[in-house]
T-cell receptor
Framework: QKEVEQDPGPLSVPEGAIVSLNCTYSNSAFQYFMWYRQYSRKGPELLMYTYSSGNKEDGRFTAQVDKSSKYISLFIRDSQPSDSATYLC???????????FGKGTMLLVSP | NAGVTQTPKFQVLKTGQSMTLQCAQDMNHNSMYWYRQDPGMGLRLIYYSASEGTTDKGEVPNGYNVSRLNKREFSLRLESAAPSQTSVYFCASTTGDSNYGYTFGSGTRLTVV
């Protein structure tokens, strides 16, 4: 079993829909959780960052962490065609040097 | 504000040729990383340098070498390229604190024929 599992998609939604992207993980030592967005033929860019359990909101994006279930989510409200990208979850243990990435979920938002 | 700069952006090599991928960051970051990204495989860590003067193997180091030239620069060398090394290569950097995310470069698309 991989440490971080993420459905590769593609996930296709109409413009304006609420999108839910998810990752599960197996190592309870992970403490910091991130979401990266990667447009086609570009490098990943940090989108959201959370520590421990709870929610964090930034505009149309909400990151949620449930450490008891080892489950993290990214919600996108009022999705736009410009949100079409691959979304990668990532997490790290405090004091470690390397992130552990999910394989990414491709999101397609149609006008 | 350049961030992480990778050169070249594209490269085609013949099997057995060597080349060096260059990476430089201007954010005074301590840690630097090299990843490869292949369809269905996600990002896989090749090598990393937690701080200037140190390098460590990642998940897929075979066939690669690295040099942390100074705090700004971290190069990746393919000594004898193989078709299996056809991939998109990303360099990334971070402060070194685990509670900060990585900043990625725009990638090098390498094809080995």
């Amino acid at each position: 079993q991989k440490e971080v599992e993420q459905d590769p998609g593609p996930l296709s939604v109409p413009e304006g829909a609420i999108v839910s992207l998810n990752c599960t993980y197996s190592n309870s030592a992970f403490q910091y959780f991130m979401w990266y967005r990667q447009y086609s033929r570009k490098g990943p860019e940090l989108l959201m960052y959370t520590y421990s359990s709870g929610n964090k909101e930034d505009g149309r994006f909400t990151a949620q962490v449930d450490k008891s279930s080892k489950y993290i989510s990214l919600f996108i409200r009022d999705s736009q065609p410009s949100d079409s990208a691959t979304y990668l979850c990532a997490m790290i243990i405090s004091g470690y040097s390397t992130l552990t990435f999910g394989k990414g979920t491709m999101l397609l938002v149609s006008p | 504000n350049a961030g992480v700069t990778q050169t070249p952006k594209f490269q085609v090599l013949k099997t057995g040729q060597s080349m060096t991928l260059q990476c430089a960051q201007d954010m005074n970051h301590n840690s630097m990383y090299w990843y490869r990204q292949d369809p269905g495989m996600g990002l896989r860590l090749i090598y990393y340098s937690a701080s200037e003067g140190t390098t460590d193997k990642g998940e897929v180091p075979n066939g690669y070498n690295v040099s942390r030239l100074n705090k700004r620069e971290f190069s990746l060398r393919l000594e004898s390229a193989a078709p299996s090394q056809t991939s998109v290569y990303f360099c990334a950097s971070t402060t070194g604190d685990s509670n900060y995310g990585y900043t990625f470069g725009s990638g090098t698309r390498l094809t080995v024929v």
